[in-house]
């Protein structure tokens, strides 16, 4: 059996009041292959505090991707209302 990662979560901890906290450092995607290794490109980052970045749009998933988006909604509208916060 293969099996594909299609959607790479990058989650980082900090230390906040003692405790530490997890929270969701990026968003990205396995864009292809090189020397044996994944590409990942990243959709958006956390910039700051609080703060995203967009740095890809739905244009740049692999066509595997888009079709499997296609089948619950419509790829070109996904970042619809989108902003940098």
Do not use: Y
């Not at 900090?14 to 292809?32: E, I, K, N, P, Q």
């Not at 990243?42 to 244009?59: D, M, N, Q």
């Amino acid at each position: 059996m293969v099996r594909s990662v299609e959607l790479i979560l990058q989650l980082g901890s900090d230390t906040v009041g003692g405790a530490r906290v997890r929270s969701l450092r990026s968003v990205g995607f396995v864009a292809g292959m090189e020397a044996g290794q994944p590409v990942v490109e990243e959709i958006c980052r956390r910039e700051g505090v609080g703060g995203w970045r967009l740095l890809s749009t739905p244009a740049a998933l692999p066509e595997r991707m888009l079709a499997k988006l296609r089948t619950v909604c419509s790829p070109d509208r996904l970042l619809d209302g989108w902003h940098d916060a």
